[in-house]
């Protein structure tokens, strides 16, 4: 299982050229543009638009890229060309343990957490609130019925490392797939399967189904979801801490035109639990046209115990996301604070995100179940994990995981936003993030953001219920 937390220089995908025109220079230097291509020995892998722009993705040789920047910028018909930035995935260590349910187990499934250090459950959904926010699909204090209130008609698109579709809490919910993986589009649910891990547990804490008597439940947990695939197959063993390997890292431009493509499919939520610290043009485009088509982008602040956000979260208008975690040392007093790795923006503490369940572990041997989530994971995992052992509940299938970082804390956002959508599909993506922030709690962390994430207040505030 990947684990990230990289700072220090950006890091790029190898042959990559980013090479942006104003679309019509473009049609009209056709040839001249595909001369250009021709001379830095280039090929050209996908082209988009972007309102006035246009994209055109280049691969050169590797270790020609800087020349072949030097090159299209001279052309006189070039707006810029830039190096496509490397994207991570935004978790921790990950082990695997026994499995929980929502509804935690004996002696432990008491208020408020329904869990114990060594006892699983989902702390996470029972500290923003989430039965309480279901709620609002039965009669509520408005005297109303939100039929819609646990997500059923928002899509959320999931841009990960793809999804194992064959588990339990994630089968028939797809109803969008696509893999994009080095400019190479490729359609359709065979090519979504999941060999890490990571994007199938993001899509269970996003919406994995509940109310089915099975493992677990997602914050929008009738959602219908989209996925989309642009890390590779890790190779055989997994991807280690901080490994360099072009098979655990995706390109910037390839998250660019997932993006685009969930827009183009209809998504009204994209949840981005990857990041790094250099920008990338087409993925900065890509979002920027998103928001402004209406669509929520949630993405992980990153996990390097930094002062500045990663981007695609520091991009204007993203809705970041760090890590929120629960502190156990004191077993009578038992609060809640940020992980120590989550990223923020000390320039802006107030206002450059909120915090979420993350987790925060000391170590991939940390036995202690309230420094983690749990949630679902692939049946394949190329570390060669079990993850599909007998669950403490004695049923088979439900492969699952311990992990931590931003990654798993986003997705709780994504999900909460699926769920204001469903009970008010008018909010604009600044009103959902005003929504969330002024309904956030205040755990008392000058890292918190705007607070942490209360899914239950939000939703009171989106259906006007003065009294939650």
Request: hydrophobic fraction near 40%.
């Amino acid at each position: 299982m990947p684990t990230i937390g990289r700072g220090g220089e950006n890091e790029y995908a190898p042959g990559i050229i980013e090479v942006v025109y104003q679309g019509p220079v473009l049609s009209a230097h056709r040839s001249e543009a595909a001369g250009l291509v021709e001379r830095v020995q280039g090929d050209v892998r996908s082209e988009m638009d972007f309102s006035s722009d246009r994209v055109q993705v280049v691969a050169v040789p590797p270790g020609t890229e800087d020349a072949a920047i030097r090159q299209f910028e001279a052309s006189g018909i070039v707006k810029s060309a830039s190096r496509s930035a490397l994207r991570h995935l935004e978790s921790t260590t990950a082990a695997t343990l026994n499995d929980p349910y929502y509804n935690g187990f004996a002696p432990a499934n008491v208020p408020p957490l329904y869990m114990a250090a060594s006892v699983p459950g989902q702390w996470d959904m029972h500290v923003i609130c989430a039965a309480n926010a279901w709620g609002y699909g039965n009669a509520n204090t408005t005297g109303s019925t939100f039929a819609g209130a646990l997500g059923g008609n928002v899509k959320i698109a999931i841009v990960d490392t793809g999804a194992d579709l064959t588990h339990p809490e994630l089968a028939n919910r797809t109803v969008f797939a696509e893999s994009v993986i080095n400019g190479v589009r490729t359609v359709g649910l065979p090519g979504m399967h999941d060999n890490d891990g990571h994007g199938t547990d993001v899509a269970g804490i996003a919406a994995a189904t509940g109310n089915n008597s099975f493992g677990f439940a997602g914050v929008a947990y009738a959602a219908p979801l989209m996925i989309f695939k642009v890390f590779p197959d890790p190779p055989a063993g997994g991807c280690a801490a901080g490994s360099t390997s072009a098979l655990c890292s995706a390109n910037g431009s390839d998250v660019g035109a997932a993006i685009s493509d969930a827009v183009a499919q209809g998504a009204r939520v994209i949840s981005l639990s990857l990041g790094a610290s250099g920008a990338d043009t087409q993925e900065e485009l890509a979002v920027s046209q998103a928001i402004a088509a209406g669509v929520v982008v949630v993405a992980a602040s990153g996990n390097e115990t930094a002062t500045t956000l990663d981007f695609p979260a520091r991009d204007p208008n993203v809705i970041a996301v760090g890590a929120s975690s629960i502190d156990d040392s004191n077993p009578s007093a038992i609060g809640e604070s940020v992980a120590s790795y989550s990223n923020y923006d000390a320039t802006n503490p107030l206002l450059w995100g909120l915090v979420a369940p993350g987790g925060d572990p000391a170590g991939g041997s940390d036995a202690d179940d309230l420094h983690w989530i749990e949630n679902i994971f692939t049946s394949t995992p190329a570390d060669g994990t079990n993850a599909c052992s007998v669950d403490r509940n004695g049923q088979t299938g439900d492969c699952r995981v311990l992990i931590a970082g931003t990654s798993q804390a986003t997705p709780h956002v994504s999900g909460a936003v699926a769920l204001l959508l469903s009970v008010n599909g008018s909010l604009t993506p600044t009103t959902v993030k005003t929504t969330l922030c002024t309904t956030a709690r205040n755990i008392n962390n000058a890292k918190q953001g705007c607070g942490r994430l209360d899914v239950y207040r939000a939703m009171a505030r989106a259906v006007n219920d003065l009294n939650p």
